[in-house]
């Protein structure tokens, strides 16, 4: 199985490639239009500033490749948050695959949230034979409640911890850092 791993110059690349090498499965990290789009299944990792994010995809062509892709793709995180529409963080653009705006946490709430949180209210492939559970996160911004959510959380409010539409499946949290219920959700993705 070949499993691409987008390169935007940040992200929580080595946990990731760890996680799958777990499973059996070797992640190759790459910006390249060819081999993401040859690609089996396609990770987008979290962590980092979205619209610095955004200009290194636009930058290396990705940003038109993304969208246009029909294999599984996990967004997680921050590459969860960039699939929707536009973000409050440096009012980015993302890649409108999610028809939502990302929004920061009020400042009622410590942010970031960091720390074990629960998912639930699970619907979708990715959490075959999951129950609800919880999962690391860490984010000062959140997608609402939409049509596509697949699971939730709660922090001062209830937000998507995942999303869903068609073969775009985003996750809030980090799998790789999730223990073994993460791993599981990995798993359920590669064998989409």
Known sequence: MKVSIVDYG????????????????????????????????????????????????????????????????????????????????GNTQGLNIFSCDVRKFTNKLKVPQMGWNIIKNLKGPLYEKIENSYVYLVHSYYVPVIKSTIS?????????????????FGVQFHPEKSSKVGSSILKNFLNL
Do not use: H, W
């Open 10 to 89: 940040a992200g929580n690349v080595q946990s990731l490639e760890f996680a799958l090498n777990r499973l059996g499965v070797r992640g190759i990290l790459t910006a390249e239009k060819e081999i993401i789009m040859n690609s089996d299944k396609v990770i987008f990792p979290g962590v980092g500033e979205a619209s610095t994010a955004m200009e290194k995809l636009k930058s290396t062509g990705l940003d038109k490749v993304i969208p246009n892709l029909k294999q599984p793709f996990l967004g997680i995180c921050l590459g969860m948050q960039l699939l929707c529409n536009n973000s409050e963080e």
């Open 152 to 168: 939730v959380t709660d922090y001062g409010l209830e937000y998507s911890s995942a999303i869903q539409k068609d073969n775009f």
